[in-house]
């Protein structure tokens, strides 16, 4: 082999060497590239268990309250709230309220039942639910006392509540009462003659378009309308006298809608005494407040937002007590 061939095959090797190490680098490079895919692939399915875990927690929320956490053997006031409308899916709707009641009532350290009410009122049913169910589980438990304890306020349906408890207390400055039922509705007949609009109506059914406010009003109609008020406003002015007997006063004015302070509501005996949570629970000689209101988790809360704000019109129109805000 001469010399010239001997330096080109050292040339050639050389050049092989280079080129194998070239391609251990890349072979080296692509392995750890995909360890480090792998690892984040790894990391990122972890991530989103956990965090759909979590999100699974939070809109499956928990619906006990913290009544689990009480000890046995220790007498306590169990706490149920009503807070805003009565009305299907909202906190204060039947369902969610008489689920805590049956939950107090059921517990064997249950000295007494605080249920209370901020409330604006609400649709009938739900609130006459509410108050068949109170006379109900307390003559099923007749050594457990149930109060109702009237925050800020308590109109109309959250009075019609109230009146199903064994006693009412109230603060002085409480606003109550309303006990009545109402409709509204607008007209917009002028304004559409006014700006040239026509109404064009369609409906099987003669009386399938009342209260459109767009139409003219019909008398009959109008009168149909105010004899159901006149029939539910009878409905709630019995469960009032059936809930609180002769402690009423006799007053023309009691079952107009009127509103009163909870000083005046004492003489009038919509109450019995004026009081809070913290007084009542004493009165039970139980002072540890359990609350036994059941907690929506946030796909419920999500849920009842947007699927019963037919209902909270509903309510506001029919059955709701004044808003005052």
Known sequence: MTEQESDTRASRDKTDQQSHKVVDRLVFAA????????????????????????????LLGDRAGDAASVADGE????????????????????????????????????????????????????????YDEIRRLRQDNPDIPLYAVIGDSAFSGGYFVAAA???????????LGSIGVRMGSFGFVDLMQKVGVERRLLTAGENKGLLDPF????????????????????????????????RLAQDDELFSGLIWSGERALALGLIDDF???????????????????????????????????????????????????
């Open 75 to 130: 007498k306590h006031t169990a706490l149920v709230t009503l807070n805003g409308l009565i009305a299907p899916g909202q906190g204060g709707g039947a369902d969610n309220i008489i689920d805590g009641l049956r939950a107090a009532f059921e517990h064997d350290d249950t000295a007494g039942i605080v249920l209370e009410i901020n409330s604006q009122g609400g649709l009938p049913v739900q609130a006459a639910d509410i």
């Open 31 to 58: 392995l750890t590239e995909q360890r480090r895919a792998r690892r984040w692939r790894v990391f990122f399915m972890l991530f989103f268990v956990g965090y759909l875990s979590v999100v699974t927690v939070i």
């Open 215 to 246: 139409s003219p009003p019909d008398p009959e109609v109008n009168a149909h309308i105010q004899s159901m008020l006149q029939e539910v406003h009878r409905h709630f002015i019995d469960a009032v006298k059936q809930g609180r007997g002769d």
């Open 165 to 175: 408890a064994d006693r009412i207390y109230a603060n002085k400055s409480s606003l």
């Open 275 to 325: 009081g809070n949570r913290r007084s009542v629970a004493r009165e039970f000689e139980a002072e540890e407040i359990v609350d036994f209101t059941p907690k929506p988790g946030l796909l419920s809360r999500i849920a009842s937002q947007v699927g019963s704000s037919a209902g909270q019109r509903i309510g506001e129109i029919l059955f709701g007590g004044p808003a005052l805000r």
